[in-house]
């Protein structure tokens, strides 16, 4: 703390945040290395450094680039800031004919890891097992409960031993 930092500003987001980069950049060889990037589907690292109405601010190879609200999370973003100075990894989806600026995303990785875990609690899973769940729908014909990860349906006729209950109740 007190000490003297040099670096050019590499972005500002609407959310007023700055990241400021300390190493000289050539933008257009840093996209050349992105599409590359793209083209072979691999992660790259970024550091959120803010948000805006749209999404998120994302720093990857000293240039900024943006990342849907949608692309970062699986569930709906309640809080954005808490996501602000993370650093964590991003796909590069094709880009759309005609777009300037360069588009990254965690929900591949995010499914991906979603559906391993899925696949280890099916193999876990014996019949007759006792399991806690959190109620996700209510529907009229019974409720869905999502067992960490893996969402299942209770049906109308397995809620209750006695006759004509209705799920909402």
Known sequence: VGQVFKGRVGAVAESGHVAIVNRNIVVSEARKQLEGIRDGR??????????????FDVLVEGIRVFC?????????????Q???GKKLDFTIPPAKPG??????????????EQRKQSKLLFKSLKQGQVCKGKVTQVREFGVFVDLGGVEGLVHLS?????RGVRPAD
Not at 99 to 112: D, E, F, T, Y
């Open 82 to 84: 808490a996501f602000v």
């Open 158 to 162: 397995e809620l209750s031993f006695n």
């Open 42 to 55: 691999a992660r790259v690292p970024g550091i959120v450094f803010g948000y805006n109405r749209g999404g």
């Open 68 to 80: 849907p609200a949608s692309g970062m999370s699986l569930e709906a973003v309640e809080l954005p």
């Open 99 to 112: 777009a300037h600026g360069l588009v990254v995303s965690r929900k591949g990785i995010l499914q991906r």
